[in-house]
């Protein structure tokens, strides 16, 4: 069973920054890209950030809404994956999720975030 645990969101204003983690099981972790997806109400959920696996290198990439504020990140001792997110703007209001990429079937609770004054 996949293991996605999501947390770290919450109600911050314009300008503000929140940092999103996702702890998983070892062995996604290790040999998988995985990414943060976002939902917003009445949207498709899309893929907002990704990194490939530890031994792929961890690069990662950014859909262009997100490019030069957020930043997906790994600890390799924790098995979780990271989403800091800066400069946030109303727009990025979403439920945002984890997975591998391409996603597992199951998905995780999700965590909302809120950019509002």
Known sequence: QVQLVESGGGLVQPGGSLRLSCATSRNTYWINTMGWYR????KQR??????TSVTSGSSTTYADSVKGRFTISRDNAKDTIYLQMNNLKSEDTAVYY???????????QG???????
């Open 39 to 42: 939902q917003a109400p009445g």
């Open 46 to 51: 899309d893929l907002v950030a990704q990194i």
């Open 98 to 108: 984890c997975n591998r990429n391409p996603p597992f079937p199951q998905w995780g």
């Open 111 to 117: 965590t909302q975030v809120t950019v509002s004054s």
